[in-house]
């Protein structure tokens, strides 16, 4: 079974900063189903990059995704006040989706 | 407008039953698999099962296999999990969400239905 460990667990970083999460994978991976998501409190998840670099419809261009093997990477190049969430790794892989535990954005 | 609303959620005795519902809208609902995925209170996100577009295959995470059940009703728009034998350990939100294509993320979710399950 791969895991998905995000770091850090917390980012603390003030608006207009640049954001820099990683999603490693214990075992190589496909990038085309390595997938990136925002949750905001009290919201369902959203779809913010899958393919591991492509972003999903209305997702604003300072969030990029890169990455390839075992190491993934989600960008976000000026962070705005929107912007402080939890983000999600995902992957799918042997008939099993599997999410990694989260990294929380939070404003110093 | 694409729409996914869950339904069914509730506060129940450990052991016992639950079915959750989740009505599409929006979208062509036969073409495309559809998720349940949960998320504890205060924890991350969990994914629990999968059902093919035509409801032809399905599969369950591991911890819930034997107990939890994936549907759907292409003729209603409707995708449904049956969970028997709850644990407290199952106590969560469960969202349901719309595949953008056949093993690729999930690009739409619903608001999700509270599940409590108390010893």
């Known amino acids: 079974e791969i895991v998905l460990t995000q770091s850090p667990g917390t980012l603390s970083l003030s608006p207009g900063e640049r954001a820099t999460l990683s999603c490693r994978a214990s075992?190589?991976?496909?990038?085309?189903?390595l997938t990136w998501y925002q949750q905001k409190p009290g919201q369902a998840p959203r779809l913010l990059i899958y393919?591991?670099?492509s972003r999903a419809t209305g997702i604003p261009d300072r969030f990029s995704g890169s990455g390839s093997g075992t190491d993934f990477t989600l960008i976000i190049s000026r962070l705005e006040p929107e912007d402080f969430a939890v983000y999600y790794c995902?992957?799918?892989?042997?008939?099993?989706?599997?999410f990694g535990q989260g990294t929380k954005l939070e404003i110093k | 407008q694409v729409h996914l609303v869950e339904s069914g959620g509730g506060v129940l005795l450990s052991g016992t039953s639950l079915r959750l519902s989740c009505v599409a809208s929006?979208?062509?609902?036969?073409?495309?698999?559809m998720h349940w995925v949960r998320q504890a209170p205060g924890r991350g996100l969990e994914w629990v099962a999968a059902?093919?577009?035509?409801?032809?295959?399905?599969n369950h995470a591991d911890s819930m296999k034997g107990r939890f059940t994936i549907s759907r009703d292409n003729s209603k728009n409707t995708l449904s999990l049956q969970m028997n034998s709850l644990r407290p350990e199952d106590t969560a939100v469960y969202y349901c969400?719309?595949?953008?294509?056949?093993?690729?993320?999930?690009?739409?979710w619903g608001r999700g239905t509270m599940v409590t399950v108390s010893s």
């Open positions: 059902i093919s577009f035509d409801g032809s295959t399905n």
């Open positions: 075992q190589s991976v496909s990038s085309s189903y």
């Open positions: 393919g591991a670099s």
């Open positions: 995902q992957h799918y892989g042997d008939s099993m989706y599997t």
């Open positions: 929006g979208f062509t609902f036969s073409n495309f698999g």
């Open positions: 969400a719309k595949e953008r294509a056949a093993f690729d993320a999930f690009e739409v």
